[in-house]
């Protein structure tokens, strides 16, 4: 069964630019988490979509947004770019919670560098 | 609001040696589950092992083991037999039990760099 993918895997943008990156879950996986790694905060939880449903959200500004399409794949966006994006996006996926499987299976990772 | 703390930013541990990697954490939650994490240099985070937060059994999977100390709150990784390839970045997060629609998020320590030496 094939992992979950993000593309692109790597990006270079300008501070003010906006970004979408992408994400696709293992296959059957219906919930699609976000997280943003840094050196300096870690791992941080940005949000989490559900049946094309935003379930939850980090504690992050409104230039961070989701969306989930119906064969669950997910994209995240980026507004009006800082330098402080620059980060690792991590995608993970997991099966819906009544099947009773709370792993989170990451994706190998956006690498954003805003210049 | 929960956390989970990790104590140890780096550790190192003699090739075929066991090494313990220590992870506290706070809740006032009774339905949880804690985790492992292991993300090799520039490579892609997997899922080491799992604990269930009602279950008194310690999780184990191969050479890797936990502690699970609930009353306590601590959640320490040890490994066995260590070997090359298991230097990485570990993480211990915790999540909570999930309910509706939602799984909750994982929240992460800091992370343990953990060296294995030939």
């Known amino acids: 069964k094939a992992g979950v993918t993000q593309t692109p895997r790597y990006l270079i943008k300008t501070r003010g630019q906006q970004v979408t990156l992408s994400c696709s879950p293992i296959?059957?996986?219906?919930?699609v988490s976000w997280y943003q790694q840094t050196p300096g905060q870690g791992l941080q939880f940005l949000f989490e979509?559900?049946?094309?449903?935003?379930?939850n959200k980090g504690n992050f500004p409104g230039r961070f947004s989701g969306r989930q399409f119906s064969n669950s794949r997910s994209e995240m966006n980026v507004s009006t770019l800082e330098l402080g994006d620059s980060a690792l996006y991590l995608c993970?996926?997991?099966?819906?919670?009544?099947?009773?499987?709370?792993?989170?299976?990451f994706g190998p990772g956006t690498r954003l560098t805003v210049t | 609001a929960q956390t989970v703390t990790q104590s140890q930013p780096e550790m190192s541990v003699q090739e075929a040696e066991t090494v313990t990697l220590s992870c506290t954490y706070d809740?006032?939650?009774?339905?949880?589950?804690l985790f492992w994490y292991k993300q090799p240099p520039s490579r892609q985070m997997i899922l080491v092992i799992r604990?269930?937060?009602?279950?008194?059994q310690n999780a184990t999977e191969n050479r890797f083991s936990v502690n699970f100390q609930k009353a306590a709150k601590s959640f320490s990784l040890k490994i066995s037999d260590s070997q090359l390839g298991d230097a990485a970045m570990y993480f211990c997060?915790?999540?909570?039990?999930?309910?509706?629609?939602?799984?909750?998020?994982?929240?992460f320590g800091k992370g343990t760099k953990l060296s294995v030496k030939p």
């Open positions: 979509y559900f049946s094309e449903t935003q379930r």
């Open positions: 997060a915790y999540r909570r039990g999930g309910y509706g629609g939602s799984q909750g998020n994982l929240i």
């Open positions: 296959s059957g996986h219906r919930s």
């Open positions: 993970a996926s997991s099966r819906p919670f009544r099947v009773a499987s709370y792993e989170q299976y």
């Open positions: 604990q269930e937060a009602y279950k008194q």
């Open positions: 809740t006032s939650e009774s339905d949880y589950y």
